[in-house]
């Protein structure tokens, strides 16, 4: 009795910091950011690249953000698809920085 006690004491206290951390953002917002517009850049300049999982990942993070960061990185999406269909050239500047997008053009899981 004794033991599943310690059991599952140590199980709740290993499972509820984790759980915590995974409902809570896992970006700041400035990445957040950065992260979008790098991918929304890519997106742009290879239309048929890989970038499925990243945009998932993007997605489910956008749930976690706050709702401005949110509405944020969504008009920065919308402003790159917008020049990109007026035919403006686009420049992908500081985007080494997203790992995500990194991840996302190398086809790995971040």
Do not use: H
């Not at 985007?95 to 086809?107: H, L, M, Q, V, Y």
Request: net charge neutral.
């Amino acid at each position: 009795m004794r033991i599943a006690l310690i059991a599952t004491s140590v199980a709740a206290a290993v499972a509820i910091p984790m759980a915590v951390a995974a409902a809570g953002p896992q970006m700041t917002s400035s990445e957040f950011l950065s992260a979008v517009q790098c991918v929304a850049y890519e997106s742009a300049a290879s239309p048929n690249a890989d970038l499925g999982v990243a945009k998932l990942r993007l997605n489910a993070e956008a749930s976690k953000q706050p709702a401005p960061v949110a509405a944020a990185a969504q008009r920065e999406a919308r402003a790159v698809s917008a020049a990109v269909e007026a035919g403006d050239a686009i420049g992908a500047a500081g985007c080494g920085a997203s790992r995500i997008a990194d991840e996302g053009r190398a086809g790995r899981a971040v």
